[in-house]
């Protein structure tokens, strides 16, 4: 699966982990060679229209994320409110 997206489709700046990414990257690439974490493909979600997609949440599932990510995910994606309702 991949993911080309621009910095500026970015809504908010991601964490100083993600501060050496190019102006357009794979995101989940990106994700992968920094630990695969359920929490920053949440935080991509959210932040980003590109990655609010079935095949990104299936992803997001498929790392067995914590109910603090899942938690977090809804609170702050209408996308994936909707997804998980």
Do not use: Q
């Amino acid at each position: 699966m991949k993911l080309i997206i621009k910095k500026t489709d970015l809504l908010h700046k991601p964490c100083e982990r993600y501060d050496d990414l190019p102006d357009e990257f794979d995101a989940i690439e990106e994700i992968k060679k920094r630990g695969n974490n359920a929490s920053d493909v949440s935080w991509l979600i959210a932040n980003c229209e590109f990655a609010r997609t079935p095949d990104m949440l299936e992803y997001f599932k498929s790392l067995e994320p914590l109910a603090y990510d899942i938690r977090w995910l809804i609170a702050h994606c209408e996308f994936a409110r909707k997804y998980f309702n």
